[in-house]
């Protein structure tokens, strides 16, 4: 076996979606990770630096982490990945991170490349990256199926989490946001912490049921062909009737975010709020608009 | 509902040999939205998301424009990255406006192209055989082919022409003639017959005249009004432009050239980056080892893509010693502050020459 290595992994973008399985994956192979702190000023402040002014937020924030693991780490872990079923995308920022963050930063770069429409799936990229590290083909895909099984278990346990939490008799409000957006420390968590401050259970709409219905999401748009925003809208559809309202949470300038959730506020008749977080927004107007939005949530309940 | 009128929106030139083949195919009338002002973008705005992309605001702007004016049937290309799902927004931004329309999304029902704008069709016109849909189809090809290979020759020379205006007016008269076409001889009797006739305009055209490369996003670079005519600026600079962006690239050329793209830029991409991000990249390498003297980088605000091909192709201009200038055109983009930009890109270009002597 080849000599102990450490690979980074950047707490941010697709982190938030894969945690589990990568680190049980390298865990199952026997490799160190190191994982970047929570996002802090710094950080955004190091992204902002090294990418096109232009960029969205979370990219920013993404390439931070890795400006932070670059001298710290052997190998950092950025994923390509263009579709994850047949026919569907993700945000074009996720097939070009790995050109971008090569012509970024002078680093070596782990990468496994998806592209489903290709016939490329996740478990041959997964043995392709096993390989790219010195194990075998079975080593690697025993590897991948222990990962994949941790990563369902922990999808459960999160999802049977939050069905407790819609149980409960509170003010309820759906977060509709993309899971690396929701996770971030100064981005997601700047309007979930006020929330709890106010006393209001968040939903997220990112926590989805590993075994639900994946369809849902054609009662409001059909020709809907982002994963991730599809993902979203199947729980809008399933928790829109328990909860309250429901705000829907970007970073500037979100591209499939922009028509998504105008399509969305098209569609579902329900109270909500959009915002908008970019590298300069304010905590105290942010926190303005959600304390208002609260309070009519509240009026409507006294009155029911 | 009485008789169809079809309408889409604008894209340059192409406007010709779309009508033609709609025609062809369906017998109803085809009205086109009136000319692009900057009434259209202001209109398109208004009722779009904030942040969606440039061309949605026009586009949607177009819709309005055309529905005002009588149109009752749109029909839109959809494609790629956003494009795709422009469609199902609009359909619902306009229905909620109150208007009445169908809306057809070319490429929606089926994966495949082709089959897709049959069947879409065969919604307007039952009728429809599938001998004549694909021979008015491979007519309009051909017709797109032979405008973006002329629209080429154009774009090097426009800038040097004796007598200003001739080249537009030649072409006015090749798309008229164009969409009278009766067959494939006619066809390509009236691209030979044009294609003379553009060679024997007058040019005085320098031999080291300067020379400007033009990357970017597709409706941006083919759509002269989103640019705010970028190339024809640069035109009345004596400068030569190419942009290798068009139709035939889009629908035909892609696919092919995609491997061929990659091992040019191997150094700096592995992966294409979606949409024409990594082919921008590979065009701009292919124009510096042409030797022109810099890359102008054009895109809509908020397209993510391009901004992803930025970094590669600073990095790509820096190793190159070529300048490169990024344009964003934005809803609230002023017209001059662009002119001032591309001039001072000019006199920089110039004064590099005038150091290399």
Redesign the interface.
Known sequence: MNNKITIGIPRALLYYKYNVLWQSFFKELGIDTLISPETNYEILENGKKN??S???LSMKIYVGHVDYLKDKVDYILVP?I?SLEK?MKL???F??L???L???FDINIL?Y?IDVDKGITEELAFIKMGQELGFGKILSLNAYKAAKKEEYKQNKINYLLQEKRLNRNKTKVLLVCHTYNSNDNLVGKLVTDNLKEFGVDVIYADIINPDGDRLLYKNI??????TYNQELLNSIEEYKDKVDGIIFLST?????D??????CS??IDKKMITI?IDELSTIEGLQTRLESFIDILRKDRFYE | MNDKVISFPILADYNTPIKFMIEKMTNYEVRLSPKMTKNTLEIGSKY??????LP?KYTLGNYIETLENGANVIMQAGGG??F??????QK??LS?LGYNFEFY?LT?SD?NGISSIYKTLKNLNPNIKRVRYLYYLLLTFLMIYYMDKLDMYIRKNVGFEINKGSFDRVKKSMLTKFSKTRGFLDLIKTYYYYRKKFKNIALDKPKNCLKVGIVGELYTSMEPHSSYFIERELANMNVEVTRYTNVTFLLITKRFKEKYYLRKIKK????????D??DNVARAKILIKKGYDGIIHIKP??C??E??????L??LCDDEKIPIMFL?FDTNTSELGIKTRLEAFHDMLLMRRGNEK
Not at chain 1, 221 to 226: D, G, M, N, R, T
């Open positions: 990418t096109m232009e960029a969205c390509r263009v026919g945000c074009t920022n097939s070009a790995y050109d971008i090569n012509n970024t990468n490349n748009s059909k020709a809907l062909y982002w500037f300038p979100c591209g499939p922009s028509l998504v959730n105008e399509m098209h569609k908008l | 779009s998301p904030d942040y969606a992309c949605f990255c956003r795709g799902y422009y469609f199902e927004l619902q931004i909620d999304s929606e994966v700096y991409c592995k992966f294409t980056m979606g949409a991000a990594m605000f908020g993510v893509p901004i992803g091909a930025m970094k590669v600073e990095n964003t």
